[in-house]
Structures are given as structure tokens and as C-alpha cells.
């Protein structure tokens, strides 16, 4: 914690997340996998050779423009491990006290390494889906350059060599994080995204593969990129979005608004006149209460401060908000107190 505590620029970089203003869009995402020709993949190699790996990348980067960040996993603690997690800057999986596993950031361009995830190199942009086609064009140049200090595994016929299969090709994966609660309460998701989208589609939960959708938000992503050129891949994204947000708005448009408002009038309640705490899973549910409530246009709040409250009030990210590590009754208490403030002026 000591790492954000510290460092205020770096704390806001993690703090200014890509909120998207489209009303079922959070943000998305492009990521490209890489890996270096003269080492195994991850999963077999040692840490001696990973080691050596960090350190080739680390001087491949060396006459970048732009000021980046260099963090080990190693030297950072579990708090501020799981605090990356909830904000999606690294996967559960990376989140260990392991050397070999680096974090590396480029604020001013918005991306963010890993090295020695499930490939050697995880190289991701976030930004709003009107954005995709600059953040392809940055993320493209930056990889470009990377390339020529790097020997990247590559095939004639299977393109850049990946640890999964699926990601040969370009080995570039678009994906979304959505807001869909009217096709959730109709149970209409899992059904649309088989009956409607193309195969190869991907549905998951908030934390990506293997997780469980959180507030009524799940990420789509494109599936395997052999044989598709990356354009396409990144407008596939689009499609899906735009189909998935029609169906939203048409099943909006069926819902009980005062079985809503009710719920946001509890949830509110709550937050105005209880001593008591609050703990996360009920304050994302009724966060994603208020997100729906404004999409149905029945409470007047700011949409961009209520998609950030559903991050700030995940267990390690209110603990960082509050300054150091607390009990779970203490954080329910700040986490209530903090809703108080930032909800003052809501109302149905």
C-alpha cells in the first residue's frame, strides 16, 4: 500500500480508470499476447530464466518516450495486490508474491504490461469504445517498437506463438465490461448471446475468465484471432456491444420501475439514516440499483460517479481510500460513510 500511499501520480493513474458515458458500456479493452523466441512459455519455465526474461524486457524499454512504472509483484503487499485486481489492472492469477511477475504502466498512453502472466508479455489499452480504432492504432505502434528490441515467437502460418491455442494469430482479444440489469432480471443473457451473437463469443464475469458477474456487469469478449485480421477483431467488439445494448434497451422497457424504485429507496435509506456498515456485495447491488435507476431516467445522479463507486467500494480499494488495512466491520463502516457523502445529492 505503501506504493500508492507514496506515490500520488501513480495513485491516480489507478484512480482515473476509462469510464465510458455510453449507459451499458464501463470501459474496454484491447490486449495482445507476446512471447520471447529463446524462452519455454510461463508454465514451464524456471525462475531463474524468467528472471532473465523481466530483465530483457526491462532493457528493451530502456529510450521509450514517455515515463513508465516498474512493479513487482514481489514488492508490493496483498492489499495492494488485490487493489489491482479489483480495478482490472492485473488478473487473480497475477496477483502473487512472485519476482518473476512485473507490472509495467505507461500512463500517458494508457498501457499496461505484464510480464510472465500466461504469456511472457500481456500488453493491454483501456479506453471507450469510441476510441477503439486510436487505442488499436497506439497499441500497434508501441508494439511495433517493442518488437525491434525484442525477438518475438512467431510463424509463418500461425502467426505470433501463444500458451493457448485460441490466441494464435494476431494473438490480439478485444473485450467490454457491460452493464445489462434488465437482461439479467429477465434471465435473457445467456440466451441472447447464444441464439443471436456469432460463435466464438465470449461471456464472462466481472474479473474475466472463471468469475461471477458483480452488479450486473459482465465482460464480452471476441474469441480465438487466427485468421482474422485486427481490424476486424476490434469491430467485432463493437457488434457485440451495439447487439447486446439493443436487446438491453428494448427488455428496459418491460421492467416494474416501482419495483426499482423501491429498491433504490431502501438502498438509499440505508446509506442516509443507518449507524450500521454496509459490506460490498450490498452496496454494489444497490450501486447497480441507482446505475439502473438513471438509465430508466427515474433518479438524477452522475452516471460516471456511480460506475467509479463500484470499484471504491471493493474490500481493498476502501481500505487503500481509508489509508491502511482495517477490520471488515470498519471497513463496512467507512464504505457506508463514504456512500453518504458521495450520494448526498441523490434522489428518486
Avoid at 449507459?23 to 523466441?37: K, Q, S
Avoid at 461471456?203 to 458483480?214: D, H, P
Wanted: charged share 25%; with cysteine; net charge positive.
Amino acid at each position: 500500500m505503501d506504493l500508492l500511499t507514496k506515490n500520488t501520480r501513480l495513485k491516480k493513474i489507478f484512480d482515473e480508470l476509462f469510464i465510458d458515458d455510453d449507459p451499458v458500456v464501463f470501459t474496454t479493452r484491447l490486449r495482445i499476447a507476446r512471447n520471447l523466441e529463446n524462452y519455454v512459455f510461463p508454465h514451464c519455465i524456471t525462475k531463474k530464466d524468467a528472471g532473465y526474461l523481466v530483465d530483457e524486457v526491462l532493457m528493451a524499454l530502456r529510450g521509450f518516450q514517455g515515463t513508465f512504472f516498474v512493479v513487482p509483484m514481489a514488492e508490493i503487499d496483498n492489499l495492494t495486490r488485490e487493489f489491482f485486481v479489483e480495478r482490472h489492472i492485473i488478473s487473480p492469477e497475477f496477483a502473487e508474491d512472485d519476482p518473476s511477475k512485473v507490472l509495467i504502466l505507461f500512463p500517458e498512453k494508457g498501457i499496461r504490461i505484464l510480464v510472465n502472466e500466461e504469456d511472457h508479455l500481456r500488453i493491454s489499452i483501456c479506453g471507450k469504445k469510441k476510441n477503439l480504432e486510436k487505442m488499436w492504432n497506439i497499441l500497434n505502434i508501441f508494439d511495433d517498437n517493442l518488437s525491434r528490441k525484442l525477438n518475438y515467437a512467431f510463424d509463418d502460418g500461425f502467426g505470433y506463438l501463444t500458451s493457448c491455442p485460441t490466441n494464435l494469430g494476431s494473438a490480439l482479444r478485444a473485450s467490454a465490461l457491460l452493464f445489462m440489469p434488465a437482461l439479467k432480471m429477465a434471465r435473457e443473457i445467456k440466451k441472447i448471446f447464444d441464439t443471436t451473437l456469432k460463435p466464438g463469443y465470449l461471456l464472462r464475469g466481472f474479473y474475466g475468465e472463471g468469475s461471477q458477474s458483480m452488479g450486473n456487469l459482465y465482460q464480452v469478449a471476441t474469441g480465438p484471432a487466427l485468421g482474422k485480421k485486427e481490424q476486424d477483431i476490434y469491430k467485432d467488439v463493437i457488434s457485440i456491444i451495439e447487439v447486446l445494448k439493443q436487446h438491453e434497451f428494448a427488455t428496459m422497457e418491460k421492467i416494474n420501475i416501482r419495483y426499482i424504485k423501491t429498491g433504490i429507496k431502501n438502498f438509499l435509506d440505508k446509506v442516509y439514516n443507518s449507524n450500521s456498515g454496509i459490506d460490498s456485495q450490498k452496496a454494489i447491488k444497490g450501486i447497480s440499483l441507482l446505475l439502473f435507476g438513471k438509465n430508466l431516467g427515474i433518479i438524477k445522479v452522475e452516471a460516471k460517479l456511480l460506475k467509479m463507486l463500484v470499484y471504491r467500494v471493493l474490500p481493498a480499494s476502501i481500505q487503500i481510500e481509508a489509508g491502511g488495512a482495517l477490520e471488515p466491520e470498519e471497513r463496512d463502516l467507512f464504505r457506508v460513510q463514504m456512500l453518504r457523502q458521495e450520494l448526498r445529492g441523490a434522489y428518486v
